[in-house]
């Protein structure tokens, strides 16, 4: 019986809770409508290329303004990669590196040149340095490449969550002028 009551409280607040899915209506919801008037601006260098193509790729699968139409936000990103030797050998050749991708980005309203978002984002990872110089090439292209994913999707989230926040204030501001309370 006590141990009933304790529970009480805790299901009556799981039965209010209020989470929704950050996507929801798919590619007709109103977070993924707002990420596809996003315009990714050039980034310079090979990790870039990389992260604007893999940045146009998630937005484009929400139907992006990509393609020439007319984008309601620019983005603009700003890479640092760097690699750095960790470990070392008797011989004192670097027997591990660490890649490091970090991403300051920008959105901005492309009528009004606004800042509406400034964050950033980043991910790193290990490299084994092998008696291979070519091998050892490869795995750092490898990372990068994931890198580049981990840090575009870091992105698109916070570019979805920045949509999904002003959806909400959007719709509150819009209920309150409607004479209806806020949610």
């Not at 291979?132 to 994931?146: P, V």
């Amino acid at each position: 019986m006590r141990g009933a009551l304790l529970l009480m409280p805790l299901l009556l607040a799981a039965g209010g809770c209020t989470l929704q899915p950050l996507y929801a209506g798919g590619a007709a919801g109103p977070v993924a409508a707002s990420l596809s008037g996003i315009e990714v601006a050039p980034i310079q260098g090979k990790a870039g290329w990389l992260v604007a193509n893999a940045l146009r790729d998630r937005l484009g699968a929400m139907g992006g303004a990509q393609g020439g139409g007319a984008a309601r936000y620019r983005l603009n990103v700003v890479l640092d990669d760097q690699i750095i030797g960790l470990g070392a050998r008797a011989d004192d050749a670097v027997s591990r590196e660490r890649r490091t991708l970090r991403a300051r980005f920008q959105l901005i309203e492309a009528g009004k040149g606004t800042v509406v978002l400034d964050a950033t984002a980043g991910s790193d990872a290990g490299i084994d340095v092998v008696g291979s110089e070519y091998a050892t090439i490869a795995a750092e292209s490898t990372a990068l490449e994931r890198l580049s994913d981990t840090v575009a999707e870091q992105i698109v989230g916070r570019l979805a969550l920045y949509a999904r926040r002003t959806q909400a204030t959007a719709g509150a501001t819009a209920g309150t002028a409607a004479g209806t309370p806020a949610p």
